[in-house]
């Protein structure tokens, strides 16, 4: 918790694909078993090594917005011939993390006739076949790279539908409030002092955390 307190402030909301990494890993973890492509994914996300260490996109919100993301899903997975292997097509709204190692992302997966079949949480291997709709420099230049994405290429690891919304559920109870407090106390001024303290007052995780923990409960009145 120190760590991430002390990265944040100068990592350049760096601190934001980590926590996309973080529940990306959470995917691949419920899976790897099955899974040799998500086997091999969470080992490297989870990497404590900077050389084999991924970094890992969510993709999504479309167009039209919304939190329910699977309600609002428009983009369609096509079988191909070999097992497990989809091409996609469609849009993608506000994707940061686009140079990420891997990505998760929704799509509908459409038999040949054209008749919806099931939800795809479709892991990407290889990211850098999207092509930008459009590009924030603002944000870019703070190395989150966001853009809308047109998507048309192939992934080779499936899970359902539930599958994403579980690893949601985990991010959204046990790491979002965690990652989100720590990063509102970084950009407050009023908090500097808490860095200070850490490195030379052995300022305690436990009174962090309920730094943190106070700073949530005035955001939500």
């Known amino acids: 918790m120190a760590k991430l307190l002390l990265f ?4 350049g909301l760096y601190s934001c694909p980590l926590a996309m990494t973080d529940g990306a890993a959470k995917i691949a973890e419920m899976h790897q078993e099955d899974n040799l492509h998500l086997k091999k994914a969470f080992t490297h996300l989870t990497s404590r090594n900077p050389i084999e260490f991924w970094t890992s996109g969510q993709w999504m919100t479309e167009r039209q917005g919304g939190s329910d993301v699977a309600a609002s899903t428009e983009t369609i997975a096509k079988k191909e011939d070999e097992e497990d292997f989809y091409r996609l097509f469609g849009n993608k709204w506000f994707t940061s993390a686009t140079d990420a190692n891997i ?3 929704l799509a509908h997966i ?8 099931q939800t795809l949480n479709a892991a990407v291997s290889n990211p850098h076949f999207l092509v930008p709709g459009a590009r924030d420099f603002a944000f870019s230049i703070a190395r989150i790279y966001i853009c809308a994405l047109l998507i048309n290429h192939a992934s080779s690891s499936e899970a359902t539908e539930s599958d994403i919304m579980t690893a949601f559920y985990w991010s959204r109870v046990n790491l979002t409030p965690f990652v989100d407090g720590i ?4 950009y407050d001024q009023k908090y500097c002092k808490a860095e200070y303290d850490i490195v030379f007052n052995n300022l305690t995780p436990k009174t962090m955390e309920m730094m943190a923990k106070v700073e949530k409960k005035k955001n939500c009145k």
């Open 8 to 11: 944040s402030s100068a990592s």
């Open 103 to 105: 990505a998760f992302t």
């Open 110 to 117: 459409v038999g040949k006739d054209g008749q919806l079949l």
């Open 183 to 186: 990063n509102r106390c970084t």
